[in-house]
């Protein structure tokens, strides 16, 4: 079947990667894509925001199967407006990409459906805001409604910070934002596919978000990831999808607006249980990247069956025993703003370790690849625990030839686990 790939990024090369390996795939294309995207899908010079020109393509060139990768076309209708054309799409409509398009919408369905969350305060207006503060104690979590690439969220150590985050979200008008409850506890990622009826559990993670060694800085759109995450146990797990996604997909069918796709649900493991932190309507970037490096069964037919809401007749995806670990490198600036059209080298010899280099922030220029975008490279290794995926990834980040940064932790508390384990 030929199937079309929306985005351009880590995530949809992760997944073109994936895809591209499927017996029942013809052909593979990607819109916009990037350089590493084109050694494994075919480049379609589609604007992604002309949804008219989307269908067209697909009646056009056959295409069976829609994945939309990225928030934004998601939260801009592209599903909708493919699945009304009569084209299988894997990505929720408009109306279910609320779960992340809005942070308030889903706190608010979080408690009409009395599914663990942080307590909160939606506020549309600084005065409000300001005056809210005073009963949470600190620190507190600031965040802005919409979309933010992962960068929408401050945890404020005292009342300044909190102040500061709120005075520059409501800089401009209609600005909106969430003050929760801070949450103490580990932080890990679950994934699940669901049809609007069944659900699929999709493997776990943890992402790193900061941008510095030790988890300081500045918050980011994500500087590495580990799959899976054994924080998350398989008990733990079953208890987050029974209390929070299993009552989530309900309450969105009973809501009349159905989610499918993938859910990923970042989690809070406090010592009451699992708690959420916030959805996410599509795989994360870089959580994704492990996710695919551990997939060892087809992708095609999981999404498939997804889009055409049959997965209740899948076979659930067999993951590797292995870990997956990936390193992101980012341009210098990040996560201000990024230096573009530095030259990259070495990612043959990466690769030649054995690892995987997924493109993100990348553009061709003359026979090379240049940075085109604050989090460039997502250099991804496999081993038999996440010590040895760590080893694996490093390997091949110190023989690329790179002008920017990465964090040299990533992992860093599994790893430690393991070693106290090995004691």
């Known amino acids: 079947m030929n199937v079309l790939l929306i985005g351009s990024g880590g995530r949809e ?14 052909t593979l294309y990607a819109a916009p894509g990037n350089p590493g995207i084109a050694n494994c899908a075919t480049l379609v010079p589609l604007e992604v925001t002309d949804h008219a020109a989307v269908v067209r393509f697909c009646a056009e060139h056959r295409v ?25 799409t894997f990505g929720p409509s408009a109306a279910a990409a609320q779960l992340e398009g809005s942070k308030g919408y889903t706190k608010d369905l979080c408690r009409e459906a009395d599914i663990p969350t ?19 104690s600190l620190p507190v979590v600031i965040k802005a409604d919409g979309l933010a690439a992962g960068k929408g969220v401050t945890v404020a150590m005292d009342r300044a910070e909190a102040e500061g985050a709120l005075a520059a979200i409501f800089e401009k008008p209609g600005g909106e934002a969430v003050i929760e409850e801070f949450l103490a506890g580990e932080e890990a990622s679950l994934f699940v596919l669901t049809d609007g009826v069944s659900l699929l559990p999709f ?10 060694d030790g988890d300081t800085g500045p918050n980011t759109g994500g500087m590495g990831a580990y799959s ?22 309900r ?16 989690l809070m493991l406090t010592d009451r249980g699992p708690k959420l932190i916030e959805y996410n309507a599509r795989f994360g970037d870089p959580e994704c990247q492990v996710l695919m490096a551990r997939l060892d069964s087809d992708l095609l037919p999981v999404l498939l069956a997804v889009a055409q809401g049959t997965l209740a007749q899948v076979e659930p995806p067999v993951f590797s025993d292995d870990s997956a670990l990936t390193v992101v490198m980012a341009a210098p600036g990040y996560p201000g703003t990024p230096e573009t059209g530095r030259p ?32 460039v490279l997502a250099v991804t290794g496999r081993g038999a625990d996440v010590t040895a995926a760590q080893g694996a990834a490093y390997r091949a980040v110190d023989a690329l030839d790179f ?4 964090r040299r932790d990533i992992g860093w508390r599994e790893v430690a686990r393991e070693a106290a384990m090995k004691d």
């Open 403 to 406: 002008p920017g940064f990465c």
């Open 64 to 88: 069976k199967l829609v994945v939309v990768g990225p928030e934004a076309p998601l939260v801009a209708g592209l599903a909708d407006d493919l699945r009304a054309a009569g084209v299988a």
């Open 118 to 136: 942080a307590g909160y305060v939606r506020v549309t207006d600084l005065d409000t805001a300001l005056n809210a503060l005073s009963p949470f």
């Open 13 to 26: 090369h992760a997944l073109a990667w994936k895809l591209a390996q499927s017996p029942l795939l013809d």
């Open 344 to 375: 990259i080298g070495g990612i043959d010899a990466a690769e030649a370790t054995g690892a995987t280099v997924f493109h993100a922030g990348t553009r061709s220029e003359g026979a090379g690849v240049v940075t085109a975008g604050g989090r």
């Open 251 to 266: 309450a969105m069918a009973a809501r009349g607006t159905p989610y499918s796709g993938v859910l990923y649900a970042g």
């Open 228 to 249: 899976p995450a054994p924080v998350l146990t398989p008990a733990l797990e079953k208890l987050a999808i029974e209390t929070i996604v299993a009552p989530t997909v």
């Open 203 to 212: 493997g776990s993670a943890q992402d790193h978000k900061r941008v510095g």
